[in-house]
Structure formats: structure tokens, C-alpha cells
T-cell receptor, first 114, second 117 residues
């Protein structure tokens, strides 16, 4: 079975500052990795995903993530955050191509401070 | 494109009643839909996988008779919480899998908040 750890439950960041949200995973087989964002009272929206190829993945809203197999990590980064980035961010893994049976982390609440 | 809707967005019911939640893919056909449950300040837990025209596959620990899932068409899946009790109160989220040649992604609905009194 696979698992996902998001060590930081809350991350406060000043507006226009950079941010990194950490995600580590555990799996005995190869995985596909995802980051989702959940705005208040809304469903999840896919930010980016890593399936194969380049380990640096660029997503929507200026976010990017880097897959590090040796460290089993998939940290999410943004060089300059905006108030509108305030949301809950979930890292997820799947061992099946096709985005099936996602295993989610517990989420990180990103709060942007004006 | 790729919009998934859920209805209702919130529902309050009395203990012992049944509640039906609908999940629709509005602009694509979804052979597979997933149902998740999210507790406050916790992650999403997969409850079941729903395939059109066949029985749902439930995750370990999820009561099949309590959470009835029907995937009657390529755009609609329903979750019925039968004889609901306060411990069933939660945020239920569905997702629909859109399989295309170039990509294969789950699209999530906005969720349904169920409160059982």
C-alpha cells in the first residue's frame, strides 16, 4: 500500500513571498503524483501531475513541483504567492495510470498574509 | 470543459432517513466515478469506485448496505446514505474520470455537506 505525508498542516506566507509545500510518499512500486487545490466550499482542482519524463512539472497558477525519487518527495513551489492562493493543498499518489484510486495526504492550508 | 456537478450542495436530515446525492459529469462521459468522504481538517478517503453499468467496488471498511452507489449512465452516479446517523455527517465528494488519448484525469465535484441530526 502507498501513503502520503504532508508534514505541514498550515503554512502562513506573506504576499509576494515564495512558498514550498512539502509532500513525501511511500510506495513499493512506481507511482504517479498529483497536487490538488481546494478553495473554500469547492471541490478539488488539479494543479499539476507527474506521470513520467521530466522531474520538474509546471502547473496552473504559476505552481511547479519537482519529483525526487531518491527522497520520495514531490514538493510544490511557487516563487511569488498572491492572496488568491489561499486554499487547502492536497498531495496525492496513484499506482495506476489513469489517475485511479488516489491516496491523498492530509492537506496543507496555505494562508497568504497581506 | 470537464465540469462535475453535485446535488445537493448541502443537506440536513433526521437520523434514520435516507439521503441521495447525485454526481454528474456535465460535458464529458465518465465510465468511472469515485466517491470520497472528507472529515473536518482531514484528507479525502476513497469510499468506492463506480463503473457504469456494473456494481461499485467498495474500499475496505465501507459498508455496502449503508452507502448504496448506482452508476446508471455515463454522466450520472448516485450515492444513497441509507438510515443515516449523526456519525455519517461528513463532506462527500465525487470525481469523474475522463479518459482521453492524451490524458486521463479525475475531475472533482464541489462536494455535498451532509448533516444528520
Amino acid at each position: 500500500a502507498q501513503s502520503v505525508t504532508q508534514l505541514d498542516s498550515q503554512v502562513p506566507v506573506f504576499e509576494e513571498a515564495p512558498v514550498e509545500l512539502r509532500c513525501n510518499y511511500s510506495s513499493s512500486v512506481s507511482v504517479y503524483l498529483f497536487w490538488y487545490v481546494q478553495y473554500p466550499n469547492q471541490g478539488l482542482q488539479l494543479l499539476l501531475k507527474y506521470l513520467s519524463g521530466s522531474t520538474l512539472v509546471k502547473g496552473i497558477n504559476g505552481f511547479e513541483a519537482e519529483f525526487n525519487k531518491s527522497q520520495t518527495s514531490f514538493h510544490l513551489r511557487k516563487p511569488s504567492v498572491h492572496i488568491s492562493d489561499t486554499a487547502e493543498y492536497f498531495c496525492a499518489v496513484s499506482v495506476n495510470f489513469g489517475n485511479e484510486k488516489l491516496t491523498f495526504g492530509t492537506g496543507t492550508r496555505l494562508t497568504i498574509i497581506p | 470543459g470537464a465540469v462535475v456537478s453535485q446535488h445537493p450542495s448541502w443537506v440536513i436530515c433526521k437520523s434514520g432517513t435516507s439521503v441521495k446525492i447525485e454526481c454528474r459529469s456535465l460535458d464529458f462521459q465518465a465510465t468511472t466515478m469515485f466517491w470520497y468522504r472528507q472529515f473536518p481538517k482531514q484528507s479525502l478517503m476513497l469510499m468506492a469506485t463506480s463503473n457504469e453499468g456494473s456494481k461499485a467496488t467498495y474500499e475496505q471498511g465501507v459498508e455496502k448496505d449503508k452507502f448504496l452507489i448506482n452508476h446508471a449512465s455515463l454522466t450520472l452516479s448516485t450515492l444513497t446514505v441509507t438510515s443515516a446517523h449523526p456519525e455519517d455527517s461528513s463532506f462527500y465528494i465525487c470525481s469523474a474520470r475522463w479518459f482521453r488519448a492524451s490524458t486521463d484525469t479525475q475531475y472533482f465535484g464541489p462536494g455535498t455537506r451532509l448533516t444528520v441530526l
